[in-house]
C-alpha cells in the first residue's frame, strides 16, 4: 500500500472515532435532559439527512476539489456541530449538522482510494478502511460510553479552567468537550493527505444541472446488471446497520436492565464481529466472487429476529460477534464491486456519492420507521423483529433478482465480471 494510504486511514480513523462517541454523549444527553425516547431514536436518520439532501452536490465537489482539503473542510464542520451541541443547541438540531460535514467527508474518502490504488488492490484496501472503520466504531462507542459514565465524567468535570466558566456541568457536556479534541487530531491527519495525480472535474456552476447529473449518475448505477444488485445489498446492510446501532442500545436497556454505558459495550461487540468479517472477506473474497455472498444477508435479518430470546450477557456477546461477522464478511466485496463499477461509470467522487444516497435514504427510512413505532408506543422487541423481517426478505428478492440477471443478461454478466476480473489481477 502507498504511504499516503495510512494517512488516509489515520485521518478516518479519529474522524469516526469522535462521530461515535458523541453520539453516545447525545443520546445520554438526551435522555439526561428529559427528552422522550423516540428523540433518541431520532438521532440516527437525523445524521443521515444531509447525505440525502446533498447527495447531488457532494460527489460533483469532491471530484472538482483535492480530495485531502474536502476533508479537512468537512470535518471543521462536524467541530462547529460538536460546539454547538455544547452550547445549547437542540442534540439532533446539532448532530444533522455533524451528519452535513460526514455527508461531504465520505465521498472524499472513498474516492481518493480509487485514484490512489490500482483496482487490484480494491478489496484489499475496502478490507482495511471498512475494518478500521469498524474498529473506530467499537472503540468510539465504548469511549463514549465511559465519558458519560460515573468516573471519568468526575474527573472531566473537576478540569475547571480558572476564572472561565465553561457552562459544562453534566457528564454529557463534559464528554462533548473532551471530543473536540478527537476532531482536531482528524484535521491534523487532513493536513497531511497527499494531492494524487488525478484530474479536477469543474463544477457546474448551476445547482440544477448538478442536480440533473447526479439523477443520471444513479440512473446508470441502477441499470448496470452487476451495479444494481451491489448497490441494492450494501445499501440495504448499511440502513440496517446504521439503525442498529441505537435498537442495540434500546435493546440492552428493555432484555438486560443495561444503562448507556454498560448497553455501549454491546454496540461495541456487534463491531468487533464486524472488523473481523470485513478482514477475512478483504482476504479471501474476489471482486469477481462478491455476488455469491448475497444469502448471507437473508441469514443476517433471520439472526436479528433471534435477539428477541436472548436475556443473558453470555449468550449476546458470542451472538452479536457472529452477527457482526456476517455483515462484515457481506459488505467488503460488494463495497469493491459496487465502487469499481461506478468508477468505470462515473467519476470516483460522484459514485461514493450515489452509493452514500441511496445508503443514507435507507438509514433515514428505517430509522424514520424505528423512531415513528418507538413514538406511538412499541417495544424495542416488536421494531427488532419488524427490522429482522424486513431485512431478510429484502435480501431474498435481491437473490432472486441477480437469478433472474444470470439467466436473461448472460453475455453481459459475464463481461461485467471478466473486468472485474481482470482489473483484480
Known amino acids: 500500500m502507498k504511504k ?5 486511514m489515520s485521518a478516518q480513523f479519529f474522524s469516526s472515532l469522535a462521530d461515535n462517541a458523541l453520539f453516545v454523549a447525545a443520546v445520554e444527553l438526551l435522555r439526561t435532559s428529559g427528552e422522550p425516547e423516540w428523540q433518541r431514536a431520532a438521532l440516527v436518520p437525523m445524521f443521515a439527512l444531509f447525505y440525502v439532501l446533498l ?28 460546539l454547538m451541541m455544547l452550547f445549547g443547541s437542540h442534540p439532533l438540531l446539532a448532530y444533522a449538522i455533524v451528519g452535513l460535514g460526514a455527508a461531504a467527508y465520505s465521498p472524499a474518502k472513498y474516492g481518493i ?27 468510539g462507542v ?16 473537576g478540569l475547571d479552567l480558572p476564572m472561565i466558566n465553561t457552562g459544562i456541568d453534566s457528564a454529557p457536556e463534559a464528554a462533548i468537550a473532551a471530543l473536540v479534541s478527537l476532531y482536531v487530531v482528524a484535521a491534523l491527519f487532513n493536513l497531511r493527505i497527499p494531492r494524487t495525480d488525478a484530474a479536477l472535474q469543474p463544477l457546474s456552476g448551476s445547482p440544477l444541472c448538478l442536480v440533473r447529473d447526479f439523477a443520471q449518475c444513479n440512473s446508470r448505477l441502477w441499470q448496470d446488471k ?7 445489498t450494501t445499501t440495504l446492510f448499511w440502513g440496517v446497520s446504521g439503525n442498529l446501532r441505537y435498537i442495540v442500545l434500546a435493546w440492552a436497556a428493555a432484555a438486560l436492565g443495561y444503562g448507556t454505558t454498560q448497553a455501549s459495550s454491546l454496540v461495541g461487540v456487534v463491531a468487533i464481529g464486524t472488523a473481523v468479517g470485513a478482514v477475512v472477506a478483504s482476504v479471501w473474497m474476489r471482486l469477481d466472487q462478491a455476488t455469491r455472498v448475497i444469502p448471507l444477508g437473508i441469514a443476517m435479518g433471520l439472526l436479528v429476529i433471534l435477539m428477541n430470546f436472548i436475556s443473558n450477557v453470555w449468550v449476546a456477546a458470542p451472538f452479536l460477534i457472529i452477527l457482526g461477522g456476517i455483515g462484515g464478511f457481506l459488505v467488503v466485496p460488494m463495497n469493491a464491486l459496487l465502487q469499481h463499477r461506478g468508477h468505470n461509470l462515473m467519476g470516483a467522487g460522484r459514485s461514493i456519492a450515489v452509493q452514500n444516497f441511496n445508503e443514507q435514504a435507507c438509514i433515514l427510512g428505517l430509522g424514520a420507521l424505528y423512531t415513528g413505532l418507538t413514538k406511538f408506543g412499541m417495544s424495542a422487541f416488536g421494531a427488532i423483529t419488524i427490522f429482522g423481517l424486513v431485512v431478510a426478505s429484502t435480501m431474498w428478492l435481491i437473490r432472486g433478482w441477480h437469478q433472474r440477471n444470470c439467466q436473461q443478461h448472460p453475455a453481459e454478466l459475464e463481461r461485467l465480471l471478466s473486468i472485474a476480473r481482470s482489473d483484480h489481477h
Not at 447527495?55 to 460538536?82: T, W
Not at 490504488?117 to 474498529?135: D, M, Y
Open 55 to 82: 447527495a447531488p452536490f457532494v460527489g460533483a465537489f469532491a471530484d472538482a476539489v483535492p480530495k485531502g482539503k474536502v476533508m479537512f473542510y468537512s470535518n471543521s464542520i462536524k467541530v462547529v456541530g460538536c
Open 142 to 157: 465504548l469511549l463514549g460510553g465511559q465519558l458519560v459514565g460515573d468516573k471519568i465524567s468526575a474527573m472531566l468535570l
Open 226 to 232: 452487476l451495479g444494481q444488485i451491489s448497490l441494492a
Open 113 to 139: 482510494l480509487t485514484e490512489l490504488l490500482p483496482p487490484s488492490q480494491l478489496v484489499k484496501a475496502n478490507g482495511w478502511i471498512e475494518g478500521l472503520t469498524i474498529a473506530s466504531i467499537i472503540l
Open 4 to 8: 499516503g494510504f495510512y494517512t488516509i
